[in-house]
């Protein structure tokens, strides 16, 4: 992409509005514009963050054997009185009248809908387990919005519902989404932490909250401090298989939120140094809640024997858009943001510091082609913008590398490549910058 045919609205001054530092970057990389309170645009920048977190979502879901579907965002209330939420869900929930004075609902979550969908159709226990998901705009009238995108009113959510026969399978489906988040968290730089919470208002018996450890976090957490370096599940975890020594593993230390922490517990069962009291993001959680939802709305299977008892179900949300200002919270420095590259919105910024002149231009553009035939996505500064500006936009946006060609390093026929994590930076011959980067950026 060419910087001279994107849109990329940066800002030079630090937003007012703006009390934490994923917040002030994201408004001033140009990467979201509120429209009203805790309700965003996304602009291209934003976007494509966006689309790249759904993508690792989507596959992480696929590979724990969670099936795609879409839902709408408005909803009858009728659904939701046949579960006896439409009542208890507080303010909450944005009530909407439609022209035939139908009671409507901006959807904050799916059991009630994603259960109707299953009850329409599956019948029998031989259709199970079956998990069913989307990634779609959730509404919550939240009584303060703040923190950009953290705490919206508007929000993207993936969530998975699970359909089992009892609640022993309903554990294992459980467990898959578990290990599920780990890896997907994993692969956009984040160490989430699964910790005991409370189920609010989806209910349930067993749930767990991922919770990033970050300053600015709106929990306070007490966890173990050997949750912070240990092992993810690899590529090679066999989702078929009994996955419940993974669960003991990383639920065998304490962690737990505010809400429900044990102090005493806490305190006997962690040594001292390794207690960890700390704020962290919620960026998922997963719960078990049986036939909460299926008794009452009555999604029945027949069992082997042509029984008939309602489903067991389970549920499990990701904080899709509050995951790129966790992100951001936990990989900056005072230049900007450092996109892990699985997330990136560019792969890499290459900077002509000189458009216009011929040499410049020439070894751009052919670096430029050849990279985007590789398959790395640039961003490519065609502008003539002044080197400083440039350069301070690169480490605003924060893409895994930049490349700068100038005439100076050109003349001996090299771009300086730079690491915007390390700041290291190397010069070299166009066909070693190329090498570096298809090494480095493509699997
Ligand atoms: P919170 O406690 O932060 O209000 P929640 O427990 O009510 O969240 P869930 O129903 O568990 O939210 O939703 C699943 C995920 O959706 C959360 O873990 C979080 O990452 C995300 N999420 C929830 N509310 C918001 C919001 N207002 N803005 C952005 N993301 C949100
Ligand atoms: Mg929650």
């Known amino acids: 992409m060419r910087l001279s045919r994107f849109f990329l609205p940066i800002l030079k001054e630090t937003p007012k509005e703006a009390e934490i530092v994923s917040h002030r970057l994201m408004l001033r990389a140009g990467m979201i514009r509120q429209q009203s309170a805790g309700i965003y645009s996304w602009l291209p920048l934003g976007h494509r963050v966006l689309r790249k977190i759904e993508r690792i979502v989507e596959e992480e879901q696929a590979r724990a054997g969670a099936i795609q579907l879409l839902m709408p965002t408005i909803q009858s209330a009728d659904l939701w009185r046949e579960s006896g939420r439409y009542d208890a869900y507080g303010k909450e929930m944005l009530r909407i009248t439609d022209r035939h004075e139908r009671d409507m609902l901006y959807g904050p979550t799916n059991e009630e809908m994603i259960t109707d969908i299953f009850r329409a159709y599956v019948r029998s226990y031989k259709d199970l387990p079956l998990n069913l998901y989307h990634i779609q705009w959730k509404f919550r009238d939240e009584v303060r919005p703040r923190f950009g995108i953290m705490r919206g009113r508007e929000f993207l959510m993936k969530d998975a519902y699970s359909f089992d026969l009892d609640q022993e399978r309903a554990v294992e489906a459980y467990n898959r989404m578990f290990v599920a988040y780990l890896r997907t968290y994993k692969r956009m730089g984040l160490t989430a932490i699964p910790m005991r919470a409370e189920t609010g208002p989806i209910g349930g018996d067993l749930s767990h909250e991922f919770i990033v450890l970050a300053d600015t976090g709106e929990s306070e957490v007490y966890c173990h401090a050997d949750y912070l370096d240990k092992a993810i599940p690899g590529d090679d975890v066999d989702f078929d298989s009994d996955l419940s020594p993974i669960v003991a593993d990383w639920t065998s230390h304490y962690a737990a939120t505010e809400d429900v922490v044990d102090k005493g517990e806490f305190e006997a069962s962690v040594p001292e140094d390794k207690r960890i009291v700390a704020r962290g993001i919620e960026v998922g959680q997963t719960f078990y809640f049986g036939t909460k939802y299926s ?49 990136a919105p560019f792969h890499v910024g290459l900077v002509n510091l000189k458009a216009g002149d011929e040499l410049t231009d020439t070894a751009c553009e052919d670096l430029y082609g050849k990279l985007e035939r590789a398959g790395i996505e640039v961003l490519y500064d065609d502008t003539d913008a002044r080197a400083g500006s440039k350069f301070a936009t690169m480490d605003l946006i924060g893409l895994p590398y930049q490349v700068v060609g100038g005439p100076r390093g050109l003349k001996d026929g090299v771009f300086e490549v730079k690491n915007r994590a390390t700041g290291e930076k190397e010069m070299l011959s166009p066909e070693a910058t190329l090498n570096k980067l298809v090494a480095a950026l493509t699997a």
Not at 299 to 320: C, F, L, N, Q, R
Not at 328 to 335: F, P, R
Request: net charge negative.
């Open 295 to 343: 008794d009452p709305m009555g999604a029945k299977v027949a069992t082997a024997d042509g029984t008939e008892v309602p489903v067991h179900m389970g549920s499990y949300g990701i904080g899709v858009s509050r995951l790129l200002g966790a992100i951001i919270e936990a990989s900056h420095d005072d230049d900007g943001i450092i996109w892990p590259a699985s997330v």
